[in-house]
């Protein structure tokens, strides 16, 4: 069935910089910094790639103001660990939330999707590729990255474009899929992508995000993808956090991120990370982390 408008009610804009989006780019950053240790070029493929950047100002995100219980519980903290402390520069140096003197620090006014963050550690050497299908955020996505000769962003299905960026010229690069996950569909539709996409480019690197929701999808996705990964005899990492309520199973809980082919320095690079953030995250009097992994 192909995707039509009324399918995409998602909007990124109400959950930007909540707790899954702090796990998520973390681990995104962490990532292609590694890439960058090597000269060669790479692709970063972002299947479902958002507005791009979100104005927390806006009338969306502070409509549930999620960021509140995400990136505003880590950015004064004096105690990050090093991965938290360089995501967290990151997302001070975007374009607009660079503050005047004197103004509180805490005062971010963007927080930046997927998109931004990669183009942030993108060189001239590496590519973007960005796949939206809600028309009013591919429109915001495309305007972000005009005359970017190094971005190419297209309003067209990212599980099936995918396949149309695999391999990469270069051989190396990042494919990250992050659905909206509204119906069970999206959690077949993620192992189907990777299936695929592991027979045209087996050494390239996947990352997943999954929100621990009250669905047999989200709940059966990490032992299926990790059932994936060793099928493919290909190494794997899972890192999930546990820190909200959820009343009846309602709500999100925590979310995960699953990689094949993580780099070999993410597992410790994480180690300090994942208790810190679950501690500062977590909003129930037991947070819980995993942090999981197989190496080949
Ligand atoms: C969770 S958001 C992406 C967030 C973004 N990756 C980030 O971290 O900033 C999911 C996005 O996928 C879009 N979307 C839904 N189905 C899609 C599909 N089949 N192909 C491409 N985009 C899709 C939604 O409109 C939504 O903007």
């Not at 959820?246 to 709500?251: E, K, P, V």
């Not at 993410?266 to 679950?278: D, E, F």
């Given at each position: 069935m192909p995707y039509s408008g009324a399918m995409l009610a998602y909007r990124h804009a109400f959950h930007a910089g909540n707790h899954g989006d702090v796990l998520k780019h973390v681990v995104l950053m962490l990532v292609l910094q590694h890439l960058n240790g090597k000269e060669k070029g790479w692709r970063y493929t972002d299947t479902h790639a958002g507005a791009g950047g979100y104005a927390l100002t806006?009338?969306?995100a502070r409509q549930k103001r999620e960021h509140d219980n995400g990136i505003a519980r880590v950015l004064d903290r004096d105690d990050m660990p090093e991965p938290v402390a360089q995501y967290v520069n990151l997302v001070r140096s975007l374009h607009g939330n660079v503050v005047a003197d004197g103004a509180p620090l805490s005062s971010l006014r963007q927080y930046p999707g997927s998109p931004l963050i990669a183009q942030a550690l993108m060189r001239p050497q590496d590519q973007l590729r960005l796949f939206e299908l809600h028309p009013t955020d591919h429109r915001i996505l495309s305007s972000t990255f005009k005359g970017d000769r190094q971005v190419e962003v297209y309003m067209a299905d990212g599980f099936a474009g995918l396949k149309g960026q695999l391999p990469p010229p270069t051989r190396r690069g990042l494919t990250l899929i992050d659905p909206a996950y509204e119906g069970e569909r999206d959690y077949a539709s993620v192992l189907a992508t990777l299936r695929d996409a592991l027979t045209r480019f087996a050494d390239g690197v996947y990352m997943v995000w999954y929100p621990q929701v009250g669905k047999l999808g989200s709940r059966e996705l990490p032992r299926r993808l990790q059932a994936l990964a060793q099928g493919a005899s290909k190494g794997w990492l899972h890192a999930r956090l546990t820190v909200a309520p959820?009343?009846?199973?309602?709500?999100m809980a925590g979310s995960g991120v699953f990689l094949i082919n993580p780099p070999h320095t993410?597992?410790?690079?994480?180690?300090?990370?994942?208790?810190?953030?679950?501690q500062a995250l977590g909003r129930i009097e037991q947070p819980v982390w995993v942090l999981d992994h197989r190496a080949v």
């Open positions: 806006g009338a969306y959820s009343a009846g199973g309602f709500g993410l597992h410790a690079s994480l180690q300090p990370v994942l208790p810190w953030l679950a």
